[in-house]
């Protein structure tokens, strides 16, 4: 048990600082596709929060996309002025200090360039992994952009 609390205390803290107060839900069954986590919550997919890691050349962005969405890479890349490609497991760690499947949106290991997809505006509340691949935690979609200091761009379809 010991790395998964110590992720979870970790993401808590740095969300904290950020001024966004966090309830993480854990949930044994897991959480680690959007459509566990929608399940596991009881909410539309679209309500999920997933967090990618792209590289722009050879620095890291964070996508939140919607649950039911998928980042769309040409838009992404041009938006971003660069070619960009998914992260690798070893980089998305390296630059969140999570693993994939729980990397939370905020308190990575370096402040990471946000990108939110708008879709997630639509909803009251939505669902973000919180440092684990079974937790998450509810969050104002407005909160989520202000505390991540996200740019909220269409680049998923």
Same mark, same amino acid.
């Given at each position: 048990?010991?790395?998964?609390?110590?992720?979870?205390?970790?993401?808590? !803290? *740095?969300?904290? &600082?950020?001024? $966004?107060?966090? /309830?993480? @839900?854990?949930?044994?069954?897991?959480?680690?596709? #959007? %459509?566990?986590?929608?399940?596991?919550?009881?909410?539309?997919?679209?309500?999920?929060?997933?967090?990618?890691?792209?590289?722009?050349?050879?620095?890291?962005?964070?996508?939140?996309?919607?649950?039911?969405?998928?980042?769309? !890479? *040409?838009?992404? &890349?041009?938006? $971003?002025?660069? /070619?960009? @490609?998914?992260?690798?497991?070893?980089?998305?760690? #390296? %630059?969140?200090?999570?693993?994939?499947?729980?990397?939370?949106?905020?308190?990575?290991?370096?402040?990471?360039?946000?990108?939110?997809?708008?879709?997630?505006?639509?909803?009251?509340?939505?669902?973000?992994?919180?440092?684990?691949?079974?937790?998450?935690?509810?969050?104002?979609?407005?909160?989520?952009?202000?505390?991540?200091?996200?740019?909220?761009?269409?680049?998923?379809?």
């Amino acid at each position: 048990m010991g790395r998964r609390s110590d992720a979870i205390a970790r993401f808590t !803290e *740095e969300a904290e &600082a950020s001024g $966004l107060q966090v /309830e993480v @839900r854990s949930y044994p069954e897991g959480t680690r596709t #959007a %459509a566990d986590a929608a399940a596991a919550v009881g909410c539309h997919v679209d309500q999920i929060v997933k967090s990618l890691v792209f590289m722009a050349d050879v620095r890291p962005v964070l996508v939140l996309c919607s649950g039911g969405r998928r980042v769309d !890479e *040409e838009r992404l &890349a041009n938006y $971003l002025g660069t /070619e960009i @490609r998914i992260a690798g497991a070893s980089e998305v760690r #390296a %630059a969140t200090g999570f693993a994939i499947g729980g990397t939370p949106p905020l308190g990575h290991t370096v402040p990471l360039r946000t990108v939110v997809d708008p879709h997630l505006m639509d909803f009251d509340e939505v669902w973000a992994a919180a440092g684990t691949p079974n937790s998450v935690f509810p969050v104002k979609p407005r909160d989520l952009v202000q505390a991540t200091s996200g740019a909220v761009v269409g680049v998923t379809r």
